[in-house]
């Protein structure tokens, strides 16, 4: 692919108000829940945020975030050290602002974009709901034992 072609692809990508993001929300607010987006005065500016239940929830693209054994994370075959810095940039920027956020007292969630791929978010939305009422600290979906956009290995 051309530099021009990959530079307008690059320029493409959103880094809110995604399709995987909106999808969450409008599920969220299906639900019942309501929440506020990217609050600037929070960590990392989480996508959502329920202040009622002290809940931050990133939705995270497989490929940028790096989701542990998903199809989508996959490597680029052209700078391959470019990539592997960038990707671990992202990765401890992540860890560094969800350990922030749960030292002020929130609770957080991390939503990947394969588990909202699906048709049926039913299954996991179920499952976010119970953790927002459990008061439990961390979740991500879909959890590692599921094969939801994961590789099989």
Same mark, same amino acid.
């Given at each position: 692919?051309?530099?021009?072609?990959? *530079?307008?692809?690059? %320029? $493409?990508?959103?880094?809110?108000?995604?399709?995987?993001?909106?999808?969450?929300?409008? %599920?969220?607010? $299906?639900? $019942?829940?309501?929440?506020?987006?990217?609050?600037?005065?929070?960590?990392?500016? =989480?996508?959502?945020?329920?202040?009622?239940?002290?809940? %931050?929830?990133?939705?995270?693209?497989?490929?940028?975030?790096?989701?542990?054994?998903?199809?989508?994370?996959?490597?680029? %075959?052209?700078?391959?050290?470019?990539?592997?810095?960038?990707?671990?940039?992202?990765?401890?920027?992540?860890?560094?602002?969800?350990?922030?956020?749960?030292?002020?007292?929130?609770?957080?969630?991390?939503?990947?974009?394969?588990?909202?791929?699906?048709?049926?978010?039913? =299954?996991?939305?179920?499952?976010?709901?119970?953790?927002?009422?459990?008061?439990?600290?961390?979740?991500?979906? =879909?959890?590692?034992?599921?094969?939801?956009?994961?590789? *099989?290995?």
């Amino acid at each position: 692919m051309d530099k021009q072609t990959r *530079s307008r692809m690059m %320029a $493409g990508i959103r880094g809110k108000d995604t399709r995987p993001e909106i999808r969450l929300r409008k %599920a969220l607010h $299906g639900m $019942g829940f309501r929440f506020r987006l990217h609050d600037r005065r929070l960590p990392g500016r =989480p996508d959502i945020v329920l202040p009622k239940w002290k809940v %931050a929830i990133e939705v995270h693209g497989c490929f940028w975030h790096r989701h542990d054994g998903c199809r989508y994370a996959t490597m680029p %075959a052209t700078r391959q050290e470019f990539w592997k810095e960038k990707f671990a940039t992202n990765v401890a920027r992540d860890l560094r602002n969800r350990e922030k956020l749960q030292d002020a007292g929130w609770r957080t969630a991390v939503v990947w974009e394969c588990g909202l791929r699906t048709r049926d978010l039913q =299954p996991m939305m179920t499952q976010l709901h119970q953790w927002i009422l459990s008061g439990s600290d961390h979740i991500e979906l =879909p959890e590692p034992d599921t094969d939801q956009g994961l590789a *099989s290995n």
